[in-house]
């Protein structure tokens, strides 16, 4: 196997991208639960932690650490500093680097959220018939922004981001009673067809990640998305923050089975 090549397992997956591989994450561990990643002083915590419980849909908290640890019980053994393909990291709002590694910014007072990915209900997608067209394209997910704004949280607040995977008609509704039947990890679509009622104009230039071509008889489905917290960090400008890129997720040890309902 080629360090190109889709890992299966979790452990070698962040064992090539703690050596510098920076590729998106889809596909890769199929079968185990993947995490967006959003790391805060703790100064900022709590405001984080609220947005989450009152936006569920878009931040399903999976982990919280303890101010500094650098490790998480999703994953013993990984190095949330290291263990990513690649990491973005935000001064007042603005993007200023998208490194590989996080190690020399690392602070004890940084607390780090780990946030249910959509990329982990692909592989029931897959197993249910239901193609991942940007899986099959080689591409990262598309993501956007919408016209609809998440409830604020203490100093956090900003538009709900989505994710759109196109659908083949017939199987619109086998999409979304898969997928409702894993909620943390954002469960059932938000919205299906018209992409413009989500206020997207043109679904050929997504706000992050890569556009995903839809094949005759393809519907876009829309599910809520885990680059949401980015959004909310871009319009309330926090001082300091660290997350993972769009489409460039944290690969956890833990089974998507154990996040899907019977």
Not at 48 to 70: H, I, W
């Amino acid at each position: 196997m080629t360090a190109t090549m889709p890992a299966a397992d979790p452990a070698v997956a962040r064992e090539h991208y703690r050596a510098g591989l920076a590729v998106p994450s889809s596909g890769w561990a199929p079968g185990y639960t993947q995490a967006n990643l959003v790391v805060v002083p703790q100064d900022w915590a709590y405001d984080v932690l609220l947005f989450g419980q009152r936006n569920p849909k878009p931040v399903p908290l999976l982990d919280v650490t303890d101010a500094g640890s650098t490790s998480t019980a999703l994953a013993p053994g990984a190095d949330l500093r290291t263990d990513l393909p690649r990491y973005r990291v935000w001064r007042d709002g603005e993007l200023v680097d998208e490194p590989t590694d996080v190690v020399d910014l690392w602070r004890d007072d940084l607390v780090t959220f780990l946030i249910g990915c959509s990329f982990s209900f692909e592989t029931a997608l897959l197993d249910a018939g239901v193609p991942v067209r940007n899986i099959e394209q080689g591409r990262n997910v598309s993501m956007y922004r919408t016209n609809r704004a998440c409830r604020p949280a203490g100093r956090l607040s900003g538009p709900l981001v989505v994710s759109m995977r196109p659908v083949p008609g017939e199987l619109v509704a086998a999409a979304v009673q898969v997928t409702a039947r894993m909620p943390q990890v954002h469960g059932a679509p938000v919205h299906v067809g018209v992409p413009e009622a989500l206020g997207i104009a043109d679904l050929a230039r997504p706000d992050f990640g890569d556009p995903v071509e839809l094949a005759d008889g393809d519907v876009p489905v829309f599910w809520a998305c885990g680059v949401t917290p980015q959004a909310a960090l871009m319009a309330s400008r926090p001082p300091f923050a660290i997350t993972h890129a769009p489409g460039h997720m944290f690969v956890t040890d833990v089974p998507d089975a154990v996040y899907r309902q019977s």
